[in-house]
Nanobody
């Protein structure tokens, strides 16, 4: 069992960049966990943002962030990153990372078993 921990949220102006980190202790090249990033704003359903597989470093993005956000990983640090660029006010949300055992990634939050506490990202115009 793992416990994801996010960091790196904050307030930025539109057009700027921000990097979120998700520490997943226990995630190694032998102990595979796919990691997903999701975001949520008050009154709205949790929204898929991006994901990376447990192996092969395969990634997948929501259309709304494709070409602006990038997921990467540092296995040695058990950390997955969400690089967010060209941020827009509509990207404002609480961002959470989640993990599931295995290689395959999923876009539905129901497929992830271990969740971080979330970190606030606020983008002002």
């Amino acid at each position: 069992q793992v416990q994801p921990v996010e960091s790196g949220g904050g307030s930025v102006q539109a057009g700027r960049s921000l990097i979120l980190s998700c520490l997943v202790n226990g995630r190694t090249s032998e102990n595979n966990y796919a990691v997903g990033w999701f975001r949520q704003t008050p009154g709205k359903q949790r929204e898929f943002v991006a994901t990376i597989s447990g192996t092969d470093t395969m990634t997948y993005y929501a259309e709304s962030v494709k070409d602006r956000f990038t997921v990467s990983e540092d296995i040695s640090k058990a950390t997955v990153y969400l690089h967010m660029s060209s941020l827009k006010p509509e990207d404002t949300a609480v961002y959470s990372c989640a993990a599931r055992r295995g290689s395959a990634y999923y876009v539905s939050f129901n497929n992830y078993h271990f969740w971080g506490q979330g970190t606030q990202v606020t983008v002002s115009s």
